[in-house]
Structures are given as structure tokens and as C-alpha cells.
């Protein structure tokens, strides 16, 4: 790691003009190393803009700072000085939704990750999946460089810690995961203002979807897996945007008498994406998610495909029924 931080540095401090993406629909891990970057590069004078694919995030992260100035215009990527591009917690371009802006692009792209599907499409590839989030390889970056972690660095850094460990109760919960912890609280992150905007945070109304996601459930016998879904007339009936569904995938893996949970949902394109969930040690499903084109982790990964619930879920079975991912 340490040869590799070393060039992504002298790569940033060199560079003119940077942009940071976090990918699609951005959860606490991929806005944490986002900002946590951004706040860095703050500090340096160098010229930057957090980009995402997606709708901008909702106010509830704006706690994080520089958080209000992700701009989902692409037109920043074709100013003339653009000569770094930094993609964060994405398996590959497609999943950070910028294949087709960054396709023939002439800046040098850094690629930080931690996902084991992580197709290494940077010129500067950290990538370590044994990492229990992207803000804890951020974190050891700016540790490797000697950087001076400020409050909103450590804020941002534990975000991601916080929300890809569930609070530190998943599979990603290491002693690494909370010796960072310590460390960041320790250099000022705010741990009740993290919990009270990512946990502490649920409106009447996502509680109501909860609510109805939870009378969904079911269960495939065969596969040993239970499912669920949201539809796109849920969130208008609850007037919630996509990123208030987030933690529903997590919190299935409370339920016991199942190999696996999924839950599905509808897109705004129409499309349907997947997360899987286990707290197994025999199963990985990020080779089951890789078979629908996705990817992610061993016990946490997700995809996105054409087609309707019905479909997927047979498609799943399918997958399931050659016995050689889990």
C-alpha cells in the first residue's frame, strides 16, 4: 500500500484540477471519503468538485462538510484544466455511473476501493478488500502521508466506518475498523452528531415503508433465502426519495432461519437493484451478485439488472440451482 499512496499523492499535490466521484446514489462510506478527500484538497488550495451520477444527496448528509456542493452537472468534465479524477467505493465506472464521461478522458484516474469485485480500472489502483470501508483506506492514506486529520476529516472518515459496519455490529467489523474509530474520535469526529443523522434519523414516513417492505417477506425454501421489495409507488405513496430506504437490507440480516435476505428495488430507469445480505461463513454472495453482473462483498453485495421482481428472483433460483456460488 505504502508505494501506492506515496504515487497517489504526488499525483494529487501535482495536480491542476480534480474531480472526486463517489458513486451512484451515495451511501455514508462513499460521501465520507468523498468529503473526508474533498476537506483534504481544501486544506491544499487545490482546485476540486465532488461530482455524482445521481441526484444530489439528500440534506440529511449535510453534516458532512462540502457535502452541499456535490454537483451532479457533467459538464465539469470538460474544463480544459481537468487533469485528476478520483473514484471512490466503486466497483468499476459503470457502478460509479461516469463510464461514459471519464471513456477517453485524458486525466489520470485514481481508483479507491474496497471491494473485492473492483475491476482495477484506475491508473493508481488502491484497492483493499479487506478494508471495512473506503474511509478507512482514506484514512491510512492520509496516515502513510502525515496529513493533520481536522474535525471534518474525522467526521466525514467515521461516517463511512459507521454506516458500511452497521454501527459496528456486521462481518466488517475488525479490530483495524475500531482502532480507526478511536483514533478519528480522538482527532474530533462528532460520533452522537454521525449516529444521530444515520440511525438516529427515521421520518414517520420511512417508517411507514419499513413497515410495509417488512409484510413482504418471503421465502424461497429451495434456495433458503428470504426476499422483499420496493416499488417506485412506494416511495411516491411515503414521499421519501431512494436514499431513505437505505438500512432495510442490513437490518434482514436480524432474521434468522435463512442463508440469505435480498431486497429488491425498483429504480428510477426502470431497472431493478439487488442487495444481498449473510452473516454465513459458507456463503458469498458477492459471487452470486457477480453472476447478475454486480458485485461487492462476502457477506454484503449488490447488482442491478433488467427485468421485474418476479424475474429476478427466478433468475436468482437459477443461479442458485448450479450450486457453484454459496
Known amino acids: 500500500m505504502r508505494l501506492i499512496a506515496t504515487q497517489i499523492h504526488h499525483c494529487l499535490r501535482q495536480a491542476k484540477s480534480i474531480i472526486i466521484i463517489p458513486h ?14 474533498a476537506e483534504y484538497l481544501h486544506v491544499l488550495a487545490k482546485d476540486h468538485v465532488i461530482f455524482c451520477a445521481t441526484a444530489l ?42 463510464a461514459h464521461l471519464v471513456a477517453g478522458h485524458p486525466a489520470t484516474i485514481i481508483n ?14 488502491l484497492v483493499l478488500p479487506t478494508a471495512p470501508s473506503t474511509t478507512a483506506i482514506i484514512y491510512h492514506l492520509f496516515k502513510h502521508a502525515e496529513t493533520k486529520l481536522n474535525k471534518s476529516m474525522a467526521t466525514s472518515l467515521l461516517t463511512g466506518l459507521i454506516t458500511d459496519t452497521d454501527s459496528f455490529t456486521n ?10 474509530a478511536g483514533e478519528l474520535i480522538r482527532h474530533g469526529a462528532d460520533l ?27 421465502k424461497h425454501l429451495s ?16 414521499n421519501l426519495s431512494d436514499t431513505e430506504s437505505e438500512g432495510i437490507a ?24 439487488g442487495s444481498f445480505r449473510t452473516t454465513r461463513d459458507d456463503v458469498d454472495v458477492s459471487a452470486l451478485a457477480k453472476k447478475l453482473g ?29 450450486k457453484d456460488t454459496v
Open 57 to 98: 444527496p439528500p440534506k440529511r448528509w449535510h453534516f458532512l462538510r462540502h457535502a452541499e456542493r456535490v454537483t451532479n452537472d457533467p459538464s465539469v468534465f470538460k474544463q480544459a484544466d481537468v487533469d485528476t479524477i478520483v473514484v471512490l467505493d466503486s466497483g468499476d465506472l459503470a457502478y460509479a455511473g461516469v
Open 112 to 125: 479507491i476501493d474496497h471491494h473485492a469485485t473492483n475491476q482495477n480500472f484506475g491508473h493508481h489502483n
Open 223 to 238: 434456495l433458503d433465502l428470504i426476499y422483499t421489495y420496493i416499488t417506485r409507488d412506494d416511495l411516491i405513496k411515503h
Open 250 to 273: 442490513n437490518f434482514l440480516n436480524n432474521l434468522e432461519g435463512a442463508k440469505i435476505a435480498l431486497i429488491l428495488k425498483e429504480t428510477p430507469d426502470g431497472k431493478i437493484k
Open 171 to 180: 462481518a466488517a467489523t475488525s479490530a483495524d475498523a475500531l482502532a480507526i
Open 294 to 322: 454486480g458485485g461487492g462483498h462476502k457477506k454484503a453485495a449488490g447488482f442491478t439488472i433488467d427485468g421485474t421482481i418476479k424475474e429476478i428472483v427466478e433468475k436468482v433460483a437459477a443461479i442458485q440451482e448450479t
Open 24 to 37: 451512484q446514489n451515495p451511501d455514508g462510506d462513499a460521501l465520507g471519503a468523498a468529503t473526508a478527500l
Open 192 to 218: 452522537a452528531l454521525i449516529t444521530g443523522q444515520t440511525i438516529k434519523n427515521k421520518t414517520l414516513g420511512a417508517l411507514r415503508l419499513w413497515g410495509t417492505v417488512l409484510s413482504r417477506l418471503e
